[in-house]
């Protein structure tokens, strides 16, 4: 089949017709830039990800990295492809001019990253983790450090990761175990183990640059204690080049159901008491510095699951268009050739689905974005407004593309029929890097209980009500007649929402967090199906206001997946709210015996 990419005038639309990114343009950060500049970097990136990406996705899958004599030998094409994605500037397309970057808007930068993901999340998941490492650096690090390792990752010659996870403590961050003991040249040595470690060795670069969580003896307990180090795989000489090798040592690889091409490592650190660390930032506040990056690959893993949902959607599209199978239910006359599946009202069922999960999870994933050009460019009172709003959308921006992709997923190969989960067919391979998401940078348990043990009640509850003001203002802006019954479904499910949340914050307040968070599953859902009918809400508006003639057919398309949303999607809304108003204990009084 041939290769499929997110479609150009859908990514048009949601970037300029419902998000007015034109509108950023006014902004002197971006005041270079044009709609003709953004769809440029488009053009090139589509073009670099049909040629360098696409080409070796499936070929990573089946033959992915292997551990030869104490290192990783990857495909040479994987290279190829990294190489490529920095040569043409995509690293740093955030970056400013003075540093050698495009100076991208956050929303057009993630749209452009989006067309590699979506054909090959396996090698541009380097790239992603290396700029969020050089992130972190860039804000929190010394100016020696920056020197040392900032240049350097932007341009690709080092690469990055984030090491957290220890085998024994999985997501429970404070129970890590890897030590930092300082040193009085000012750097510490580190000890500890670290596994599930993305891109933890490889073949693309001179370097690599590890942030490592660890804990400095006699700090405090738990989260607290946590301190924030770069620990290269190679230590730098007088010149800043690798140089000696580093006590960090590839203990294995992890063998996945999906992103088999990027490495999944283990790694020991210390071994022999010689893994020179530096400490980024004040002691006891790793945490707080790595959220960035955390809270940074949360919505960039809500975006690829979002963007591997539409992939495997398009594949089942194509091949229900050409599919014959069956009759119509009311014309079996066998003598009459078959038709299309797609003629088929189930097929259409599953078809629509996908499309009404996928393009939300989108379209929420770029608002996420549009939130960060907010943060960084907007006024003081906007950038404010668009912090809080995006600390309490983060979790759903996670979980719900990555719930609902994987869905997706697995409708299309339903779609496919007993091809779909064959190797012989692309479909199977989209579901098996799709399911990690839910796991990737915290499960969606995680993300439920950051939602309503915390999130929610940030500043005093201001970010919900910023996100009920917002929905309200879309709401009141509906005129087209074909969308006023979204927006009334709508504005009638938000008190329901906000009965949910009173709920659950006079549980915690009463009894404790502990009933409550049981049910912080149902929360985190019901918070997503409601941004998610938000989204289906203004791209419904923004459709209607298309007048081009060959806008019509894409334009009706997306009024009958709001459709489906608002019919079937989102009274679930109300069953999840009932849930949380009623303190179910279903969880929480099971068991263990019991099972």
Known sequence: MSDVILDRRDLSFQLFEVLDTDTLFQRPRFAEHSRETIEAALDTAE???????????????????????????????????????????????????????????????????????????????????????????????????????????????????????????????????????????????????????????????????????????????????????????????AQGNPGERNDVVLAGLIHKLGYRGTTSTALTFGDNDDCHGYLVGEAHQGLRYMFQMMNEARVGVGFGAAVLGYRGYRYALDYARDRLQGRHPDDADFSKPQVPIIEHADVKRLLLTQKAYAEAAIAMSLYGYRLVDDIETGDEAAAKDAHLLLDLLTPVLKSWPSEFGVKANDMAIQVFGGAGYTREYPVEQV?????????????????????????????????????????????????????????????????????????????????????????????????????????????????????????KDFAQGKLQAAQYFFHWELPRVELDAQRLIDADDTFITMDNCWF
Request: charged fraction near 20%; hydrophobic fraction near 45%; charge should be neutral.
């Open 47 to 237: 073009k670099l990800a049909r040629e360098k990406f696409a080409n070796h996705n499936s070929l990573a899958d089946k033959d992915e990295p292997t551990f030869v004599d104490g290192k990783v030998v990857m495909r040479p094409e994987v290279k190829t492809a990294f190489d490529a994605y920095i040569n043409a500037g995509f690293l740093s397309s955030r970056a400013s001019f003075e540093e050698g970057g495009m100076q991208l808007p956050e929303i057009a930068a993630a749209a452009c990253k989006g067309m590699f993901t979506c054909v090959n999340p396996s090698s541009t998941g380097y790239a992603f983790l290396t700029a969020a490492a050089a992130n972190v650096i860039r804000n929190f690090a010394s100016d020696t450090l920056r020197s040392q390792f900032l240049e350097p990752m932007m341009a690709g010659r080092f690469t990055g990761t984030m090491a957290l996870t220890e085998p024994h403590a999985g997501s429970s961050l404070a129970d890590i175990r890897t030590r930092a003991v300082p040193q009085e040249d000012g750097s510490y040595r580190l000890k500890g183990n670290k596994i599930y470690i993305s891109g933890g060795d490889n073949e693309l670069a001179d370097n690599i640059v590890h942030l490592v969580l660890a804990k400095i003896p006699g700090g405090p307990e738990g989260v607290k204690g946590i301190s924030l180090f770069v620990v290269p795989k190679y230590r730098l000489d």
């Open 431 to 551: 579901w098996r890097d799709n399911r990690l998401n839910p796991i990737h940078e915290g499960t969606t348990g995680v993300q439920g209980m950051d939602l309503l043990g915390r999130k929610v009640w940030m500043a005093n509850g201001k970010g919900l009500q910023l996100l009920a003001q917002r929905i309200l203002a879309d709401v009141d802006n509906t005129s087209d007649d074909r969308c006023q019954p979204f927006a009334q479904a709508l504005k009638a499910m938000l008190p329901s929402v906000e009965a949910a949340t009173a709920a659950a914050g006079k549980l915690m307040a009463e009894q404790g967090p502990r009933i409550a968070l049981s049910n912080a599953n149902a929360y985190l859902q019901l918070m997503g199906h409601t941004v998610a009918a938000w989204m289906w809400l203004r791209q419904a508006n923004a459709a209607a206001a298309l007048d081009a003639p060959e806008d």
